[in-house]
Every structure is written in structure tokens, then in C-alpha cells.
């Protein structure tokens, strides 16, 4: 079978997520980069079109032009879905009008904006036939796979408690020359949206949680700050949560905790057992009882589920990571629309891919935390937001 052919819009020359996008959609084979659009600056999307395509004239200059001319393309040639890698303030306009062009989407996280623009989305969705996957890296890896079975199989009993974390250092500091290039649009309200933190990482370690015990996130508690005061958006983040199943957790996310890397790490406590996972030590899971002594699970083992060892590509021992789990969503994704080519279904949901349910759930959790913040930091239900009305 042909390779699924991908456009993408963003990942120009000096951009960060887009390279480990390319590296990850290329992993196993599945995947040719055909099109994009990689950055407005005309000259360094030739530049990127020059080195990234194997047809350099389909680095269009806008995404009008990339969709209007992939659409006159004959069918095995035309992109089939786009892989949106902007900052966030234009993924709502790219995914809209990529779903309006019957092109299918895969976009970065906050989905959005706005929760408004998510809501409009997952509209536009329940008519239109294509399929719709959000790039919440941390789900790919296989022993959050196998910590989402171990629950679902109840060997944890009845969830109580979880604690997850992601802390990064980045932003402790004012922002320099290395920085300044990602930070800058992420601590502008133009480009990033109602928040930094919760919006860049913190949506990230809500999702991770959701994912893991299976259950929503229904009512929070958020206490957002800056530490530097000519910032306008938060860079530092404690919520407290409580799901749908009852669970209690509590949720840090932070940029300003000095020398923290992309510290992600989750810990969820039930009534039988417990387990724990970190990011930065991807391929061990621990679970422990409490009258046993713990347990230590690890990557390319046959005891783990089937979705932990299909995400696994090389024998126990040999570390995979951050490109691999990003890879797991992309061949998931692929699977999904070469399934697609031939039976197309009307539901916009891939197995194995953050949907766009998860992008209404996580707006709705960035745009819960800053208004549960400045209301004196009270509690607020997630599904009573609602959306100021989203104007095309
Ligand atoms: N899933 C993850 O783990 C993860 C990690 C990092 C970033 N992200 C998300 O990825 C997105 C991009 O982040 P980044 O750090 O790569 O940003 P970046 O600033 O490094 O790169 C953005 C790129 O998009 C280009 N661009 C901007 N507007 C464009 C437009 N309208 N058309 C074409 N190109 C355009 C820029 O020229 C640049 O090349 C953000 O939404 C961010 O939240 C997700």
C-alpha cells in the first residue's frame, strides 16, 4: 500500500516541534512529507520546500494556495492530511479550513486558541468525513499505555488520588538569545492564547492523568502566577482536581522551577494498588501494593499489554523516548487514514490518537485554570464554561 502523504504548516528552518514531527512521521516508513507551507517568511519556506520536499514547487506561500492547489492534484498525489505546527493563535483557521478542504488534520496542542474555536471545530467535524488527531506526545509511550490497562483492568482497585507533575526550568530566568525564539510568543496573549504554562505543559499533565485512569476532569481549583513581573501570562501553575470517577489529584505544572528539564511524572494511588511513571525515565513503571515488595515493569517484555508492545520498537534495554512516542501517534494516525481510503467512515476519532474531544476537554481546562484563578481561586465545574461564541 502507498505511503500516506502528509503537508505540514509550520516547522520552518528555526522552529522546534516541526523537526521532531518530520523525524517521527518518518520512523517507520508510513509517511512521506509531500507539501507545506513551513513559515510566512517566503524565503526560508523556499529554503525548508528546498530541502525537505522532493518537489520543492509544493512549498506553497499561504494555506490558501496549499490546499486550493493539492486539491487539484490527481488523487494519488494530493496530500491527504495536514500536520499543523504553529504557534497556537492560527491552528483554528489552518484546521478549519483544511476540514473544509476534506483534508484530514493533525494538530499540535492547546488545539486551539480558544475553547470557543475547539467547540467550532468538533461542529465542523460532526459533518465533515475526515479524520481529526491531537499530538498529545506522552500518550504514545508504552508504559502509559500499559498504566492506562493496568487501570483499566482494576488491579489499582478504585482510584483516590492522583498527583502528576510537569516541571521545566526555562522560563526561571528572564528570557535570552537561546529562549527567546519559543518564549516569546508562548508569554504573548496574541500568539499563545489566555495562558502560557497551563496552555504549553500544563494541558499536557492534565491529559496524561485523564488518559491514564480513564475518567474527566470535572472540577478544578487553580492557582496561577508569573514570577517575573513584566510577564502577562502565567509561568507557574498548582490546580487541584477532581475527576469524574470521584478521584481527588492535584496537578503542578511550572516553567520557573531552575534546573527542572521537562520533568513529567504522574502518580496514581487507588484502593488495591498504585503506580508510578516518568518521563524522563520512560521505560520503567512502577506499581506498587503497599504489602508486596514493588514491582518494576520495563519496556520489550512480553508481560506487557498488546498496545504497550506494538509502541515498542527495539528489544528491552535499548531506551526509546520522546520521537518514538510522538512516532506512535503519527503510525497510529496513518493507520487510521489508510483505513479511511478505502471505507470512509463519518467519525473524525482514530484508535490510539487524542481526538478532538480532548481538544474541547483541554481548552476547557486551560481557559477553567485562569478563570478559577482570578475569581479568588474557587472552584468551577469544566462543563459549565461556556464558550464566548466563535465568530468565522
Ligand atoms: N506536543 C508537544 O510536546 C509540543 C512541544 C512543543 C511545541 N508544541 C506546540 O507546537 C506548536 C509550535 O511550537 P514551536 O515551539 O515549534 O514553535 P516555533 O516558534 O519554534 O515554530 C513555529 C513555526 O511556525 C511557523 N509559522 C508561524 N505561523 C505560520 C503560518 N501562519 N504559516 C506557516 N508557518 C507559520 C514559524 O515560522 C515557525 O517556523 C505550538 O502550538 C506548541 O504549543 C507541542
Known amino acids: 500500500m502507498t505511503k500516506v502523504r502528509m503537508g505540514m504548516v509550520g516547522g520552518g528552518p528555526d522552529a522546534f516541534i516541526g523537526q ?10 508510513n509517511i512521506e512529507l509531500v507539501c507545506g507551507v513551513f513559515s510566512r517568511d517566503q524565503q526560508k519556506n523556499r529554503q525548508a520546500g528546498e530541502s525537505l520536499l522532493a518537489d520543492p514547487a509544493r512549498a506553497y506561500a499561504d494555506i490558501a494556495s496549499l490546499f486550493a492547489a493539492e486539491q487539484k ?7 491527504e492530511f495536514v500536520s499543523i505546527v504553529t504557534p497556537n493563535s492560527s491552528h483554528h483557521a489552518i484546521a478549519s479550513a483544511a476540514i473544509d478542504a476534506g483534508f484530514h488534520v493533525f494538530c499540535e496542542k492547546p488545539a486551539t486558541f480558544t475553547l470557543a474555536e475547539s467547540v467550532d471545530l468538533q461542529r465542523q467535524l460532526q ?20 498504566a492506562r ?4 483492568n482494576g488491579e489499582l482497585g478504585e482510584i483516590k488520588k492522583v498527583v502528576v507533575e ?6 526561571a530566568k528572564k528570557l535570552n538569545n537561546q529562549t527567546s525564539k519559543q518564549g516569546s510568543w508562548r508569554l504573548d496573549p496574541t500568539y499563545a492564547g489566555v495562558s502560557c504554562c497551563v496552555g504549553d505543559i500544563g494541558v499536557h499533565a492534565a491529559n496524561l492523568a485523564e488518559y491514564i485512569i480513564d475518567s474527566p476532569i470535572k472540577q478544578i481549583l487553580a492557582d496561577l502566577g508569573s514570577v517575573e513581573a513584566d510577564r502577562s501570562l502565567d509561568d507557574d501553575a498548582t490546580v487541584l482536581l477532581r475527576f469524574a470517577n470521584q478521584a481527588r489529584g492535584v496537578l503542578i505544572a511550572s516553567q520557573i522551577s531552575l534546573g527542572e528539564e521537562n520533568n513529567l511524572n504522574i502518580k496514581v494511588y487507588g484502593s488495591q494498588g498504585s503506580l508510578s511513571w516518568s518521563q524522563q525515565e520512560p521505560n520503567s513503571l512502577w506499581l506498587m501494593s503497599g504489602d508486596q515488595p514493588a514491582q518494576l515493569l520495563r519496556t520489550g517484555f512480553d508481560y506487557l499489554c498488546d498496545q504497550a508492545k506494538q509502541c515498542t520498537r527495539t528489544p528491552a534495554g535499548h531506551p526509546e523516548g520522546y520521537i518514538e512516542a510522538f512516532a506512535n501517534l503519527y503510525q497510529a494516525f496513518a493507520n487510521g487514514v489508510k ?9 473524525s476519532r482514530v484508535e490510539g490518537v487524542p481526538d478532538i474531544e480532548h481538544a474541547v476537554s483541554g481548552m476547557q481546562f486551560i481557559e477553567g485554570t485562569v478563570t478559577s484563578s482570578q475569581a479568588n481561586n474557587s472552584w468551577l465545574k469544566l462543563d459549565k464554561l461556556t464558550p464566548a461564541e466563535h465568530t468565522k
Open 20 to 29: 521532531v514531527h518530520r523525524m517521527a512521521a518518518g520512523l517507520d516508513g
Open 73 to 79: 492534484l490527481p488523487a494519488e498525489q494530493r496530500m
Open 127 to 146: 459533518t465533515s468525513p475526515v479524520l481529526f488527531g491531537l499530538a498529545h506526545t506522552y500518550t504514545g509511550y508504552p508504559l502509559v499505555k500499559e
Open 149 to 152: 490497562q493496568r487501570v483499566a
Open 166 to 171: 510537569y516541571s521545566q526550568g526555562w522560563l
Open 339 to 347: 483505513q479511511h481510503r478505502n471505507n470512509p467512515v463519518k467519525d
